[in-house]
Every structure is written in C-alpha cells, then in structure tokens.
C-alpha cells in the first residue's frame, strides 16, 4: 500500500496510538511517514502523553452527543434525514428536469393546417389560419410543463418532517411562517431550537474541556521556557502575561460552562434589557443604553454578580469556621439572608457551639451592627434599607399603671405549706448591645433621656 503520493511536496506524517492495556504495557505511540519511515515509536509515557496520576492517555477526543445502539460510533440527527434528503432530491430532480426541458412552449396543429414552423421562429409573431378548414384547424399551445400538486405538497411536508428532525424551525432559517406575528412567540420558536440542540452544546463543551485539559497536561510536561501572552481578564482587561511550568504546575484542569446562546444575539440582549429596566433591576439609563449600541450585557448585572460571588466565598469560609470581616459597601441584606443557609440545619441548631456556626452568627451580627451605622446615602446607593437610630432593645415603652393591692382575679393562690408570701424581687431588663449583654446598673445610651421612637413604632 502506497501512504505517499509524489504530486506535490508535502509529506504526510502520520500518528497511531494505542491504549494502555494488559497486552500492550505502556501503551503505544507511533509516528511515521510510510511503512518503513518510522519517526517515532515509544510509549505513551515517553512521548510525553501523561495526565496527573503518571498515566498515559491518548491525546484524541471526540465531539458525540450519543452513540448508535449497539454499537461505539456516534449518532446524530443527520442519520435520520438521510432517507427524508435522498426522498426530496428525486422529487426536486424531477420537477427541475421537467422545468427545464419543457420550459420552452411548444404549439400544436393538425397536419395540413396553413401554417409553417418558420412563422414561430421568430418569436412573437402574428398567426392567420383559415377558419374554413373548421376549428380543430387552430394553432394550440402543448402544455408539458405542468407538475402534479400533490408533488409540490409532498416537497412541503418533506421540509417540514426534515425541520422536526432536525430541530431548526423555518424562522432559525430566515424563512419565518406566516402564523408567526408575535415577538414573543417568535422567540418561544427559537429557544425551542437552542433546546434540541443542547446535547450537541454540552458535547462540545465537553470536547474543548478534553482538549483544553489534554493540552495542559502536555505543556505541564513538555515546556522548557515561558511564553508572553495576551490574556483577557476581569472586566475584559487585557494585559501580556508571562507563564510558564510554573503557573501551570497548580492547575489540575480546565473547565468550560456555557451560556445562554439567545444572550449572544442582538435580539436576546435587548429583551433581557426591556425585562431588567422595566422591573426597575437597571437603575443607570447609560447601562441600558450600552446594551443597544455596544451588546455589553454583563454590565447590566455585575454589581450582583459579584456580590453573589462574594456571598458564595464567604459561605465557604464560614463553613470552615475562619472569622470574615463583612465590608460597610456590602450589601447586608442578601448577604444575611445568604449566609442563613450555612445555620438552616437540625444539626446546627442542635450544635451551637460549634465552630461554624459561631462564625456564621458572629458574621451576621456585624452586618446587623453596620446597618445600624451605615450612612444613609450609601444605603440608598448599594440598595440597602436605612435603618432609624437605635437598637430595638433601646426603645421604652410607656409604664403601665401598678396593679392594686390584693390577689388578683384568676390569680393562683398560695401553695399549702409554701409560708408567707414574699414580695417579689425587681425585675431586671439586660439589654443586647452590638458589643454584648449588658449588666444591671451599668450605664445605657442615652441613659435618663427619652429615646427618639422609630418610624412606625407606636
């Protein structure tokens, strides 16, 4: 067998692998240009195909949402349309040739008739015939170019069960059905379509993901010296960075997510956009404005989404037991309402003391002490309520009126046995300070003077 064809001079190299077997230890990599043209024959290890555990691995990935039944090949939706396709060619072929072949009008008339070819041959022309050779005498137009309907229908419904199949609507075509008037039928339409094509979405992530992490693992091995490249960062900042084994050596993987393709288009943007601002979620007109002519839509949720990304860091920390300081620019009340579900458990409550839970506590107790002392303008501006001046367990309520002298109605008399009855003993209020419990007679904010009621307490 000939591998090489001398028409020009590029040599094709070739590459074999083999997996790591019981039969072939190591497994194999081959590198060669003909069968006697070995460039490269050592194992998956010593070529430098080697993943985190020492193994070797085969540095080939494939992209396949599903395999056939029964069998290792991979299946797709193509297989399905193949007979409906072939099915459609014949019956487009056979309409084209009849339109081709007959498209020029032919006319027909009894032998005998006056009239002579050469009359027609020049295109439009005027025809006399004798009427006295009667009516079957005149010249008729042979019509054999007229196609079936019901061919034409067939065609129709071909494309139709072929768009079923295939997932992809008319409207994903640019050929959009008549019954389609409503923008947001149209977009329940496509999303239908971003729906069936998921599997195939999550294949190819999981394809750039192998291929990503495939080469790394290649790099991490096999890179002598560093390299400048320009990375994009955070807030697409871009800046030249210098890499190298170093940088890689604490990277195990690489992940990819996907997104919401409609938010790749104008048209996703922009509906995204109406929804946020007339929910009131956009509070700067220039976000809003940035969608339409620059398509930056990240913009729009970035302050939440960094927030939830620090609420996220922050419950991780929590859980460990570490002690985190919250800053006065967070937002207090979703990070409260957040950091609640590290404590939402029957284990929790049951083990208060334990480390967790004491720094999950202690967290949100200082997010209630900086709202307590936030400047209102900058809770106006993250989002956060202005709380009045004053703990709750400041407020004094008016004193109500002594109770006369006596037993009272309904009141339970002395115990037999119990002695004379004593006076009771003064009652003594303990007041929850941000900085503790406090003891009787200690001094109080505001001691001897009234203390400013909140709004809407009476």
């Given amino acids: 067998m000939t591998l090489i064809h001398h028409d020009n001079e590029t040599i094709p190299v070739f590459y074999a692998f083999h997996e790591d077997t019981p039969a072939v230890q190591g497994g194999r990599f081959l590198m060669f240009a003909d069968q006697t043209t070995i460039l490269e024959d050592d194992t998956l290890v010593g070529a430098g195909y080697v993943d985190e555990k020492g193994r070797g691995f085969i540095p080939v990935f494939d992209n396949v949402p599903a395999t056939m039944a029964g069998s290792p090949f991979g299946y797709t939706v193509a297989f399905d349309l193949i007979p409906l396709q072939q099915e459609l060619n014949e019956l487009v072929s056979a ?38 050779m009667g009516p079957t005498s005149k010249p ?9 309907p019901e061919t034409y229908q067939l065609i129709d419904k071909l494309i139709q069960n072929m768009e079923i199949l295939a997932g992809v609507s008319a409207l994903d075509r640019g050929v959009p059905d008549q019954s389609i008037t409503s ?18 979405q999550r294949a190819y992530a999981s394809l750039c993901e192998k291929v990503a992490t495939g080469t790394l693992r290649i790099l991490k091995r096999n890179m002598k010296s560093d390299r400048v490249t320009q990375i994009v960062g955070a807030n697409k900042v871009s800046a030249a960075k210098t890499w190298g084994p170093t940088q890689l050596a604490g990277v195990s993987g690489i992940t990819v997510d996907t997104i919401n393709p409609m938010l790749q288009t104008p048209a996703g943007k922009m509906q995204l956009a109406d929804v946020l601002m007339k929910s009131g979620l956009i509070k700067d007109p220039q976000q809003y404005i940035g969608v339409y002519t620059d398509g930056d839509l990240p913009m729009l949720y970035h302050r939440q989404e960094t927030q939830l990304i620090l609420v996220k860091a922050e419950n991780e920390a929590l859980l460990q037991g570490k002690e985190v300081t919250p800053a006065i620019t967070d937002n207090h009340v979703m990070h409260i309402l957040e950091h609640t579900a590290n404590i939402d ?30 400047n209102p303008i900058l809770a ?40 004379p009855a004593r006076p009771p003993a003064p009652a003594v209020q303990q007041n929850r300070q941000p900085g503790g419990v406090t003891s009787p007679g200690q001094m109080q904010p505001n001691q001897g003077q009234p203390m400013p009621i909140p709004m809407g307490v009476h």
């Fill in 95 to 132: 309409v084209t040739t009849n339109n081709i072949n007959f498209a020029t009008q032919c006319v027909m008339a009894p032998k005998g008739s006056n009239l002579h070819y050469q009359s027609l041959a020049t295109g439009m022309t005027f025809i006399e015939w004798d009427p006295k």
């Fill in 140 to 148: 008729e137009a042979l019509n054999l170019l007229h196609s079936a």
């Fill in 183 to 200: 923008g947001q039928y149209a977009a329940l339409i496509t999303t239908n379509s971003i729906i069936f094509q998921a599997p195939l």
């Fill in 345 to 374: 458990t029957v284990e929790a409550h049951l083990n208060p003391n334990e480390p967790y839970v004491v720094a999950t506590l202690n967290h949100i107790m200082a997010h209630i002490n900086m709202m307590t002392t936030i």
């Fill in 380 to 419: 106006g501006i993250i989002g956060d309520p202005s709380l009045p001046p004053g703990m709750p367990s400041q407020l004094q309520l008016p004193p109500q009126a002594a109770p006369p002298p006596g037993p009272q109605p309904g009141a339970p008399g002395p115990m037999p046995g119990a002695g």
